[in-house]
DNA sequence: TTGAAAGCGCTAACAC
DNA sequence: GTGTTAGCGCTTTCAA
């Protein structure tokens, strides 16, 4: 059943059905209703989106490109706010969201990146083959959690953020003596500590400003922080978070500070120390970073930064839709005092 | 940048490099590999994937159709565990995922069925057009957690596991007095609870099924179950969720077994729990449906069933991919006993 | 191993 | 307001 086909059985040009379908000023309402309802009958539903999509070159897709796994993004807190905040938006503009993984990219070439109209880009991509790519459709391309000079952004200041939240937590104590769980520190796939060279790495990534706002607070509260007290966690879970939780809870003397990278990393502290029988907030402070959800169903409830999240997906899909392709948005952060800390 | 004109640069044919791309066999290895460099240095990353697909009749996209808006599905843990198992597969086989709501289709028809090559529709579509729209595209389907007579499925036992929960709940109380959170039991967007006719709905929902297990259960212990102690919760999250424990947790007298149709709905109980000092499971034993990851975490930790979510999107794949759209699949669940009953 | 050409289903320019 | 038609970029058959 193509368009053709139901011309003829209708009887009109194909333009007509077309327009029926696509240009509802091309016809007379009367005609073009008397049409919509024949196809319907017919058992046609519109137009194909493949034939579509090639003649008009565009699809009505907007693809999120994502540098990990698809399966990572189920189930981030993280990802799913702003992942939920992008697909609302899509769906208020009646544009399809397609997620395109960091991962599958280095094999074989689907040419997907051929359907989107349009990207947004979630987190830094450097050696993601399929980034190139996209990059090389010229398609309009909106960057988050990351900058590239030539592309819009949407990033929150997560330098200042995370000087705010550690600064709160330092200054709540008298004999403050602090440790960092980082997320994505460094390259390695491993729970670790850093080493001292890593400690001054100048890249710009999220954990590093993070990592830098909780060392300008540190020195203004006079604190060393030594790279044995800095963890590396490489990816946001629960299970992994928990690990470099047990190993610093055992450090001796044990550290009465704990900044965190994120929520779900405050919240398995807040689990190792129940375990432990370690009281949070008398004995230990924690921060977290994000304010998902569960940071205020946590026991204590979580004291830390919250940056909108669903907000982010919202703003970007906003920017692709008008057709801003170059500002540079901050958004804003808050920083939430609950009980942790 | 197009095969013909690549091709016309590097003066062959256009079948030349179609079959550079996709038909490795059809031409010397030698040849294939130039033409694959020469290609990448022009910046030619392959075939375009709307005219491939529309000529092919195939585009390696494989579409889940919810029920709901897209956003919700990004929240709710079930949900993404099932979805973090599609994309793991579906990643493996090299190819795309196409999320679709259930919620945009009533508005403009944007013919996005004919994309995928195949279907996974997830929960009951009674009124969705875009899934009659599917049917009618004659491509294979795969539903899950609901049956059609004509596609394949995977399902889980829920009136069998229901059953299995409340029992072990109720035996263990010498006089057991149980409620029911339930989740859409009825169509209403409200925190409610059921009336008398409605309990004996004969419809075949997940929800129906889990209530029928927990009557099936109540029957065997004697115990009466009546409407006034039913609740229904029309989505399942924790907000929703906490509304309705905390009308139940007010009832005189106060049931000491509560049902959940879900772990987020059990964790909202716990926390009311919690909040109005009711001790759990000294004073009431709650138990869920689910087992998602946070019920372990809880405090107390929930006694549950799990229902290998993220294997079911797995199969689901899997039988795609195989070319099996008959098989009914009923996957096993489990009872896991932990201390909240 | 290669080249020529038809045609996948549609839209839009243009003619009427 | 409607009809005709070129062509979007590709794959595949057929012939060379």
Redesign the interface.
């Known amino acids: 059943m193509t368009l053709k086909s139901v011309a003829k059985t209708l009887s009109v040009s194909t333009a007509t059905i077309s327009n029926a379908f696509s240009r509802p000023d091309q016809l007379s309402k009367s005609l073009r209703e008397k049409i919509l309802k024949e196809c319907s009958t017919l058992?046609y539903?519109?137009?194909?989106?493949?034939?579509?999509?090639?003649r008009k070159g565009k699809?009505?897709v907007l693809g999120v490109l994502l540098s990990d796994?698809?399966?990572?993004y189920?189930?981030d807190p993280v990802a799913?706010?702003f992942?939920?905040?992008i697909?609302?938006t899509?769906?208020q503009h009646?544009?399809?969201?397609?997620?395109?993984?960091g991962?599958?990219s280095g094999?074989?070439?689907?040419?997907?990146?051929?359907?989107p109209d349009s990207f947004i880009v979630y987190g830094s991509q450097e050696h993601n083959p399929l980034y190139n790519?996209i990059i090389?459709t010229g398609k309009p391309i909106v960057t988050v959690d990351f900058d590239a000079p030539e592309f819009g952004s949407i990033n929150v200041d997560n330098q200042a953020a995370a000087y705010e939240v550690a600064s709160y937590a330092l200054k709540k104590r008298s004999a403050p003596h602090a440790a960092i769980l980082g997320l994505r520190l460094i390259h390695s796939e491993r729970v670790c500590r850093i080493t001292d060279d890593e400690l001054y790495d100048e890249s710009e990534s999220v954990a590093r400003r993070r990592l830098n706002g909780y060392k300008q607070a540190a020195e203004e509260s006079n604190i060393a922080l030594s790279s044995e007290l800095i963890w590396h966690i490489p990816h946001n879970t629960?299970a992994l978070a928990k690990r470099a939780a047990k190993e610093l809870l055992s450090v001796t003397p044990r550290p009465n500070i704990i900044l965190c990278m994120s929520d779900v990393i405050a919240s398995a502290v807040l689990?190792v120390a129940?375990e432990m029988g370690v009281s949070v907030p008398a004995e230990i402070g924690v921060v977290g970073f994000d304010d998902i959800?569960?940071a205020s169903?946590t026991?204590p409830p979580l004291t830390t930064i919250c940056q909108k999240s669903k907000e982010k997906g919202k703003q970007a899909v906003l920017m692709l839709v008008k057709g801003d392709t170059s500002s540079k948005i901050l958004m804003p952060t808050e920083l939430i005092v609950r009980d942790s800390a």
């Open positions: 058992g539903h519109g137009p194909n989106i493949t034939a579509r999509s090639l699809s009505g796994p698809l399966s990572y189920f189930n799913n706010q992942l939920s905040g697909a609302e899509v769906e009646q544009k399809q969201l397609l997620m395109l993984s991962a599958d094999k074989t070439n689907t040419g997907i990146e051929s359907l790519r090389q629960f689990n129940a959800p569960e169903r026991s």
